[in-house]
């Protein structure tokens, strides 16, 4: 039997590998089946299963929503049926990006840094500010924000 990783990602799988790969048994792959019209998986003689790849993309998408984010099957059912697979795919691709963005070390250039440095002096310091320096602040924590948007649709 050859292993996941030595399969092309375009490589047919079997239920056993795609159960595994999904952490979910088999046969919830095959309740799923009946209760999800959109998974379709190629049937050999004697009934044997065989995933291609959007079928298995499929599978995330119903995992994600059924044991994520908490959908019942119904649920899952009818927002796939409003939205459809490929714009629940989409939200799902842009979640983990921005999950790999925060996940990722941010390096700060030398104005955010001093941004970040003057307001942590202001808290750490416990210093008393009046009406103007807290303007000030308030613009420069704005400003950071507005630096961080950029840099993060710059990366994307």
């Known amino acids: 039997m050859t292993s996941n990783a030595n399969k092309s990602p375009n490589a047919f799988r079997t239920i056993s590998e795609v159960a595994d790969s999904m952490g979910v048994p088999q046969h919830v792959l095959r309740f799923w089946e009946s209760k999800f019209s959109q998974i379709s998986p190629m049937k050999r003689g004697g009934g044997r299963r065989y995933y291609r790849p959007e079928d298995i993309e499929i599978i995330q998408v119903i995992r994600k929503l059924l044991h994520d984010d908490g959908y019942t099957i119904k649920g899952a059912q009818k927002l796939l049926k409003e939205q459809g697979i ?15 963005l925060k996940a990722t070390p941010k390096t700060e250039n030398t104005y ?7 307001t942590k002096k202001n808290a750490q310091a416990n210093i008393q500010i009046n009406i103007e320096d807290a303007d000030m602040v308030t613009s420069l924590k704005k400003i950071r924000i ?3 948007t950029i840099r993060q649709n710059l990366k994307a």
């Open 146 to 148: 507005r630096l961080e």
């Open 112 to 118: 955010e840094s001093q941004i970040l440095n003057i």
């Open 86 to 100: 490929k714009s629940i795919l989409e939200t799902i691709e842009v979640e983990s990006r921005d999950e790999a």
